[in-house]
């Protein structure tokens, strides 16, 4: 079955504590992105990438890091997690400009 | 920068009626524009996605229509059904760049 899966589901998790995020997919998209969603901010985009080895920034990058040395992965990495990194996380994936496909989300409580 | 307008931010329907979503954009020079679908604390699930040269996509009983001069978009929804209850989210993807914004979306509820 074609898919995006995220891992873990759920995190409770204190400041500062370096936590890790995954994401795999299995249909040999090229571009993978990370999004969070908040209330009344709707969803947006942390990182992407176009290919192994190419990130770039979204629209709210600070205090995330991704890598992307496999096709189907693409981690979101929080070194030092704060607070107002709780959130609602969302991996996809797509072949360049097609449609996108969402993993089931990773729901992130940051205390 | 792109900015992606959805309204209303609510609607609730009596089964049966037909419905029309609407989803506007600031910049018209887009690539795509996708409909989605996401249920309460649940992933988007695509619905359909109009490539810039097109001006409607059908699936069933949805049907999305794309008018870039005038930088909208509109879902509409034929029989509703207590199953559509949702929200539902329009995003833009621009020429230029590989960002993807979406709409606040719309929350739908259907009421038997």
């Known amino acids: 079955e074609a898919q995006v899966t995220q891992n873990p589901r759920y995190l409770i998790t204190v400041t500062g504590k370096k936590l890790t995020v995954t994401c795999s997919q299995n249909m040999n998209h090229e571009y993978m992105s990370w999004y969070r969603q908040d209330p009344g901010l709707g969803l947006r985009q942390i990182y992407y990438s176009m290919n192994v080895e190419v990130t770039d920034k979204g629209d709210v990058p600070e205090g995330y890091k991704v890598s992307r040395k496999e096709k189907r992965n693409f981690p979101l990495i929080l070194e030092s997690p704060s607070p107002n990194q709780t959130s609602l996380y969302f991996c996809?994936?797509?072949?360049?400009?097609?449609?996108?496909?969402f993993g089931p989300g990773t729901r992130l409580t940051v205390l | 920068k792109q900015e992606v307008t959805q309204i209303p931010a609510a609607l609730s329907v009596p089964e049966g009626e037909n419905l029309v979503l609407n989803c506007s954009f600031t910049?018209?020079?887009?690539?795509?524009l996708q409909w989605f679908r996401q249920d309460p604390g649940k992933g988007l699930t695509s619905l359909l996605l109009?490539?810039?040269?097109?001006r409607e996509q059908t699936s069933g009983r949805l049907n999305a229509s794309l008018d870039k001069s005038s930088g909208r978009s509109t879902l509409y929804i034929a029989a509703s059904q207590p199953g559509d209850s949702a929200t539902y989210l329009c995003a833009v993807k621009n020429n230029a760049g590989n960002m993807l914004t979406f709409g606040g979306g719309t929350r739908l509820m259907v009421k038997p």
């Open positions: 910049d018209s020079a887009i690539y795509n």
């Open positions: 996809a994936s797509s072949f360049p400009r097609g449609v996108k496909f």
């Open positions: 109009i490539q810039s040269s097109q």
